[in-house]
């Protein structure tokens, strides 16, 4: 069971270094925008999420780096939930030039699900294990 979407990006100057390159850090903001609009297409916003007393704080994070990105390059990341969350929500990233095989960096992110008014980690809302085992069953990759 899998669910991969494709978030695409063009790269602005402002995110390149002097050498040309994509900067670091701003992969973990690429990863952040693919996830939105994976769990928007989901059918979960994450601001009506918010809205109803949750939140999903990033607890874990690693980025592999293969091969440069560089200015105006179209990116496409895929952005990849192989199972239905519990306490927490492992995705699987993968960046590469749009309509390029090649691998420029990979990537995961682990998200928790929290109780803003608690302060504290809870289970997933049933409705977002719902959510999720509906969109794990029909599958997409």
């Known amino acids: 069971m899998n669910f991969s979407t494709v978030y695409r990006h ?3 100057y402002r995110e390149c270094d002097p ?5 670091h850090a701003h992969y973990i903001d690429y990863f952040e925008a693919a996830r939105t609009e994976a769990l928007r297409e989901m059918g979960m916003a ?3 999420l918010e809205a109803s007393g949750v ?3 990033v607890v874990d994070l690693a980025v592999r780096y293969r091969r440069p990105a560089r200015y105006d390059d179209v990116l496409e990341i895929t952005c ?3 199972e239905v969350p519990t306490m927490r929500l492992r995705i699987e990233y993968e960046v590469r030039r749009e309509g390029e095989p090649e691998v420029l960096a990979t990537g995961h992110v682990t998200l928790c699900f929290v109780d803003v008014a608690r302060g504290r980690p809870i289970p997933a809302p049933p409705a977002v294990r719902a959510l999720f085992e509906g969109v794990l069953q029909d ?3």
């Open 139 to 141: 599958g997409r990759e």
């Open 55 to 57: 939140i999903m704080p």
């Open 10 to 12: 063009r790269v602005r």
């Open 80 to 82: 990849s939930f192989s």
């Open 46 to 48: 994450y601001k009506e």
């Open 19 to 23: 050498m040309g390159v994509v900067y």
